[in-house]
């Protein structure tokens, strides 16, 4: 018999998804954040880059601030209002104690009890090969969880006015190909599509595709991929850890 997943923790209020470029999010897990957000929750998006090194057409000086707009179109389409880039350049982002220390920084700030990131294997199951950049960031976050809560680490911190913040109770991880948990994603369905097609120039140049054909295709597959271990019921999956 297949294994069911649990369904995602609800008491909590606040979350902080981090990720490494625009569009992380919604190819992962938008559906379960307009669910979230629709039932009063609180969402923020941290982003490492502005994602301007993802189209070879246009230069990076040029792409960054059309990635940013549509980004915050995105957001939005699922609920979310305050969205965050960090200065990592795009493609180069490293695993260390700079990348651990903002995002460190941006838990004692927005204080969240769940933590939201994306796939930090070097696989996303079998031999499809990992970026590098999702690897470091989504490793970061999970250390960064420990490092908000230590006043010892990173205590300039401290004398910037942010205070530890060890209320963070699980870090949930999209992507992931040893999923434990699921949100239904019937109800934030349409609005995940919408928020993915919010980075047309993106998808534009990654498929001929009509593109929101390609959106609710792609979500389509991967939500109804994970309905046979959560009850039926299309779903977006996490791999949770506990804090």
Excluded at 175 to 189: I, Q
């Amino acid at each position: 018999m297949t294994q069911q997943l649990d369904p995602m923790p609800t008491d909590w209020h606040r979350a902080l998804a981090v990720v490494a470029h625009p569009d992380d999010l919604e190819y992962g897990c938008a559906a379960a954040v307009a669910g979230w957000t629709d039932q009063g929750r609180e969402v923020t998006y941290l982003l490492a880059s502005r994602g301007e090194a993802g189209i070879d057409t246009i230069a990076p000086d040029e792409c960054a601030p059309l990635r940013e707009r549509e980004q915050l179109a995105s957001a939005a389409a699922v609920g979310v209002a305050a969205v965050e880039f960090l200065e990592h350049r795009d493609g180069v982002i490293e695993y260390g104690t700079a990348l651990r220390r903002d995002i460190a920084a941006a838990i004692r700030r927005h204080r969240p009890e769940l933590l939201i990131t994306l796939n930090h294997r070097d696989t996303w199951g079998g031999v499809a090969w990992n970026t590098p950049d999702h690897r470091a960031v989504g490793r970061a976050t999970l250390d960064a969880a420990g490092d908000a809560g230590n006043r010892w680490i990173f205590p300039d911190l401290g004398e910037q006015g942010l205070e530890p913040w060890d209320g963070v109770r699980w870090v949930a991880v999209a992507g992931t190909d040893r999923p434990t948990h699921a949100v239904d994603a019937t109800p934030g369905f349409e609005r995940a599509v919408q928020s993915l097609l919010a980075h047309r120039t993106y998808i534009e140049v990654l498929t001929d595709e009509d593109p929101e054909a390609y959106c609710r295709s792609f979500l389509g597959g991967a939500t109804g991929a994970a309905a046979e271990r959560f009850g039926g019921r299309p779903a977006v999956t996490f791999e949770v850890f506990p804090r």
